[in-house]
């Protein structure tokens, strides 16, 4: 009764589909890649500790318990009871039995069979809605990682062109009061200087909360909770190895869930059709009276063959048909969708890598420029606006590359978690509390 199934055509280019032999994309531990202690501790923590994941996990075990229940409707149901009666009818009878009852379904077209493989089906569905979560899970503790280090490190900068804006106002006030330049440049560099320093506030706020969603991702209180790493210095930007899509495909567990849901919607119009077919089902019953001495047994078989449920019936197998079309096309779509992540990811590190060497030697530039305008000012062999200027190039560029640096962080992050990110089995089976036999 089961329509045989087929893994839908992929929608891929020529080209993809050509390469399909190359070695597949690596998964597993990738944050161990950035080479950062820290980073990999909190991502163990966060596996361990994060209450969403629990809760997948623990839907895991629900899934699993609800296809025990509907696989067992495969196998006989066997009870044990007894009985005891007493009548007063002209004299006083008693009778007690003992008695085993089994009731079975014969499951000639396999309608309890398709049944429990859309079960199972749907519990394996489960489990990589478990590991999507836990590679999302982990991205996202990395991103916040790293978003935290780099609001630190813009925090230092801007606390450190404020210090500098500082030490040049001290010098113009010097100048001021010996008639070397006038008040409006005095009030020109303390604005500088204050704008330097109205950065820091908003910037600390960003922290703090950066942190304190890293804190929940881990599942750790916000108060208290803090870093040991300073700054974004010594963290690698890895490549990853992408392969080609064929290998994403494979190992990308929101695309191994949609197919599995495909799988269970398959088995379910098998369930349909053979609700149209008779039933045959057996009560079978053998015990004692325990006073009379003598045997109690029936055997009773029942055929049922439905006739006319009002189109319930086929209004039933019309909708699984068409709940087969939806995840048809609902599995194409994540397979396009997945293709697009790992194309976007891939020209985001790409473009950030190159975008990173151009602001490294923009704030090599700045540098030397704004080092060159202070010591011609104190020479006085340029004016006070070229100094303003090349104050503010030079926390602008350096800003800028400490947000490039993150991007490109991040882009990297992003470019594993487009490829399958971790994916491991064995690591969610180990977390599972319950483990539910399938019949």
């Not at 199934?5 to 990738?30: I, M």
């Not at 500790?49 to 066997?78: C, F, H, M, W």
């Not at 040049?168 to 320093?197: D, I, K, P, Y």
């Not at 869930?257 to 009560?283: C, Q, T, W, Y």
């Amino acid at each position: 009764m089961v329509p045989d199934y087929r893994t839908p055509g992929l929608p891929l280019a020529p080209q993809w589909e050509a390469a399909q032999p190359a070695q597949a994309a690596s998964g597993g531990a990738w944050w161990r890649e950035f080479h950062s202690p820290e980073l990999d501790q909190l991502i163990a923590r966060g596996l361990a500790s994060n209450y969403t994941l629990k809760a997948a996990v623990s839907r895991i075990d629900e899934a699993r318990a609800s296809a025990q229940v509907t696989g067992a409707a495969q196998y006989p149901a066997l009870n044990l009871g007894g009985n005891f009666q007493r009548q007063n009818n002209y004299g006083t009878t008693q009778k007690r039995s003992v008695f085993a009852e089994a009731t079975y379904e014969l499951d000639f077209w396999g309608k309890q069979r398709a049944a429990a493989d859309s079960a199972d089906a749907l519990a394996k569905a489960t489990v990589f809605d478990a590991r999507t979560l836990r590679m999302t899970l982990s991205a996202s503790i990395a991103d916040s990682y790293f978003q935290v280090l780099s609001l630190q490190e813009r925090l230092r900068l801007a606390q450190s062109i404020a210090d500098d804006a500082r030490q040049v106002l001290e010098l113009v006030e010097v100048q001021a009061s010996q008639g070397a330049v006038s008040n409006l440049e005095v009030a020109q560099q303390r604005n500088a200087m204050q704008t330097f320093e109205a950065a820091m506030p908003p910037l600390r706020q960003q922290r703090d909360q950066a942190l304190y969603q890293l804190a929940v991702l881990v599942g750790a209180p916000p108060e208290g909770f803090h870093l040991q790493g300073e700054g974004l210095k010594g963290l690698q930007v890895p490549q990853p190895a992408s392969g080609l899509p064929i290998g994403l495909l494979r190992q990308r567990p929101d695309i191994q869930a949609a197919e599995a849901r495909l799988v269970s919607a398959n088995f379910d119009v098998g369930v349909a059709r053979a609700a149209f077919l008779p039933n045959l089902s057996l009560d079978l019953l053998g015990g004692i009276d325990t006073l009379a001495g003598g045997q109690i047994w029936s055997a009773v078989g029942t055929l049922s063959q439905p006739l006319f449920q009002g189109g319930q019936l086929k209004g039933q197998l019309h909708f699984d048909q068409a709940h087969v079309q939806e995840l048809t096309a609902s599995y194409r779509e994540s397979i396009i969708e997945a293709l697009q992540d790992v194309e976007t990811q891939l020209s985001a590190a790409r473009e950030l890598d190159k975008s990173y060497t151009l602001n490294q030697s923009a704030v090599a530039s700045a540098r030397e420029a704004a080092r060159l305008a202070q010591v011609r000012y104190r020479l006085g062999s340029t004016d006070f606006q070229t100094l303003l200027i090349v104050e503010r190039t030079q926390y602008q560029a350096e800003d800028s590359l400490l947000q490039v640096r993150l991007q490109h962080l991040q882009a990297a992050v992003g470019l594993f978690r487009a490829l399958g990110g971790d994916f491991s089995a064995a690591s969610l089976a180990s977390q599972s509390p319950v483990q539910v036999a399938q019949p």
